[in-house]
């Protein structure tokens, strides 16, 4: 399967605890974004990379929020101290930097008790 | 305001054609897309249509633009039951390689 996986698929974890998602894209794509999505609503943008390069945070909803992409390839999203608003789910979307189109995984649900 | 609009439900029969439509408010943006969201899974990237185009045809898809009054839709021709879905319209505001801006979406249901 070529395209952008995520993982873990679910995440159930307590107030308070902190929670890091993973995303792969696909192969040679060098622009990685970051969406959540709740309940009823369209996704929403929060952050994306060029290479390793974060080129837009100003978007993330709290410092409790942040993004690595160390190497340029996989990415990691981390929630500190989660609350039971962040709830959610999470979307990945990668594009190659010739392309316009964003191809999105299938999303890690957070469900905050 | 939402930068993105979108009318919550369509219900169409099975064979007919369904119209889904879309405002949005940046002029800039170059290209605007359809993505297509089936229940718990993520978004599947149907046809986009680039800023200079008024039409864009794709199998049973197709795409009108209005730039004049920021107006997108999606006609789906003979629609069918794996049709059903949620249907989000999107752009890139300033039409540079930041995110998407979604609407809302368009659940789309059929009846048999």
């Known amino acids: 399967d070529t395209g952008v996986s995520q993982d873990p698929r679910h995440k159930i974890t307590k107030r308070g605890q902190n929670v890091t998602f993973r995303c792969d894209p696909i192969s040679e794509h060098n622009r990685l974004y970051w969406y959540r999505q709740t309940l009823g609503q369209g996704p929403e943008f929060l952050t994306y990379f060029q290479n390793e390069a974060q080129l837009e945070k100003s978007r993330l909803l709290s410092d409790r929020f942040s993004a690595e992409r160390p190497k340029g390839s996989f990415s990691t999203l981390e929630i500190q101290r989660t609350e039971q608003g962040d709830s959610a789910m999470y979307l990945c979307?990668?594009?190659?930097?010739?392309?316009?189109?964003?191809?999105f995984g299938p999303g890690t649900r957070l469900t905050v008790l | 305001g939402e930068d993105v609009e979108q009318s919550l439900f369509l219900s169409v029969r099975e064979g007919d054609s369904s119209v889904i439509n879309c405002t949005y408010t940046d002029s800039s943006s170059t290209y605007l897309y359809w993505y297509k969201q089936e229940p718990g899974a993520g978004l599947q990237l149907l046809t986009y249509?680039?800023?200079?185009?008024d039409m864009k045809q794709d199998q049973r898809l197709t795409v009108l633009l209005n730039k004049k009054d920021k107006h997108l839709s999606l006609r789906i021709a003979d629609t069918q039951t794996g049709d059903s879905a949620i249907y989000f319209c999107a752009e890139i505001p300033g039409g540079g390689a930041d995110g998407l801006t979604f609407g809302k979406g368009t659940h789309l249901i059929i009846q048999p």
């Open positions: 249509i680039f800023s200079n185009m």
């Open positions: 979307a990668s594009s190659s930097s010739q392309g316009h189109e964003q191809f």
